[in-house]
């Protein structure tokens, strides 16, 4: 691999964590993370939460939980997570007809606006840190991450 990390006028050898997928995922977690506030952060909204709206879009009238275990966000995170969307406007709970118990989420039409808006600027900041590969190794990408992914399940 050989990826030395270059500083001022050195290379500094990476050493064993050259080899090591988690370090890279990290770092590569990291510059997502950062570039991602870049381009959507003036809007407020982060990356849990922008995932919550795009499965409630997906899935209109979805069951809160369903929508937690599809992101693998704990009940408790959920439930506060939820209640910042609708404190913004952005989603409406309402009681399943089907379970008094369960709700279901919906997005509101400035909920669905903003997802829109949303979705232009996090297109626009994955081109940016994608544009070195072709459609098929960006495919190849996510099917690599997904099958890392469904080990948590």
């Known amino acids: 691999m050989a990826s030395d990390m270059k500083t001022l006028d ?4 990476l050493g064993v964590l050259d ?6 995922l990290r770092r590569a977690s990291g510059v997502f993370y950062t570039d991602f506030s870049n381009f ?6 982060r990356q849990v939460l922008f995932a919550i709206l795009a499965i409630v879009e ?3 009238g979805i069951n809160q ?6 992101l693998g966000i704990k009940r408790a995170n959920m439930v506060s997570r939820v209640n910042e969307l609708i404190d913004a406007g952005l989603i409406e709970r309402l009681a399943s007809v089907d379970d ?3 709700f279901e989420l919906t997005l509101t039409p400035q909920g669905r606006r903003f997802f829109e808006e949303c979705l232009v600027r996090i297109r ?6 994608l544009c070195d590969l072709n459609p098929a190794e960006r495919a190849m990408l ?3 991450l997904v099958r890392i992914a469904i080990k948590e399940s």
Do not use: F, K
Request: a neutral charge; aromatic letters at 2%; charged letters at 20%.
């Open 124 to 129: 626009q900041h994955e081109e940016r840190l």
């Open 58 to 60: 997906a899935n209109p």
């Open 10 to 13: 050195t290379v500094t050898s």
């Open 40 to 45: 959507v952060g003036d809007m407020g909204i």
């Open 100 to 102: 008094r118990r369960a």
């Open 65 to 70: 939980g369903n929508v937690g275990r599809a």
């Open 19 to 24: 080899g090591l997928t988690g370090y890279h």
């Open 142 to 144: 996510c099917d690599l």
